[in-house]
């Protein structure tokens, strides 16, 4: 009888992979005055010029605020979609960085009192907002993984990013770098980490079937122009 208890509890396991689940942890570290060549608004073709309406200047906040860090896996079970908001206001679009799961819709409420148009020329998700005016909303579903970035023809101090991907591994880090998913299930991974001086930062690693693993990453310092 203990025996086939143990069998039975080995069954459960094998078919829920949190049984076998290994902590994945590490650290992003900022490097100081390494510079790095940043894409430029300029390159989508702006139109118009940007209103003088003395948009406040970016403030010394937290740096990881504008990081992103998941796991990418061929095995991975992508995570049910949801809904996000990036905000115009003041100028700037709040949050600046999104991470979505693939399939999620995000909303684009304008809170100024001028009208803005949002597009995107990225690979992943090309789209343009068209103009409108403070109190309309308009929404994007982002049905492929990869990296979104998101301008105003009107202001070209305007950026976001959205991240969408299909890891249910996903976040920002703490506010001293620091990162950590539990459960993930034995095999290989790429730890993925996005920051707009350099884009996407990959490092193999091997989740072990029990235990856990740390894996650290090193980018510049965010230009804080955006």
């Known amino acids: 009888m203990h025996t086939a208890c143990r069998s039975a509890m080995a069954l459960v396991c094998a078919m829920l992979p949190a ?12 490097q100081r005055g390494v510079s790095t060549k940043v894409l430029a608004p300029g390159v989508y073709d702006l139109r118009g010029m940007a209103a003088s309406h003395g948009s406040s200047a970016a403030t010394k906040d937290n ?15 992508a995570p049910a979609p949801i809904s996000a908001t990036m905000q115009q206001r003041q100028q700037r679009l709040e949050p600046a960085l999104l991470i979505i799961p693939v399939g ?12 803005h148009n949002i597009f995107s020329l990225s690979r992943t998700q090309s789209f343009d907002l068209g103009y409108y005016p403070q109190g309309r909303s308009r929404s994007v579903k982002f049905s492929r993984a990869g990296i979104v970035q998101v301008y105003c023809h009107v202001h070209p101090n305007m950026y976001g990013a959205i991240i969408v991907t299909a890891s249910p591994w996903f976040g920002k880090p703490a506010a001293d770098g620091a ?5 993930v299930p034995a095999g290989k991974y790429r730890l993925a980490v996005w920051q707009k001086n350099v884009g996407v930062v990959h490092k193999d690693i091997v989740v072990p079937s029990v235990g856990s693993i740390r894996a650290n990453v090193a980018i510049p310092e965010d230009d804080m122009q955006n």
Request: proline share 5%.
């Open 104 to 115: 999620s819709t995000v909303d684009f409420p304008n809170l100024d009192p001028i009208f």
């Open 63 to 77: 740096a990881f605020d504008r990081v992103a860090v998941w796991l990418e896996s061929d095995s991975q079970a």
């Open 179 to 183: 990162f950590s998913w539990s459960d």
């Open 19 to 30: 049984c076998f689940g290994s902590e994945v942890s590490g650290t992003i570290t900022i």
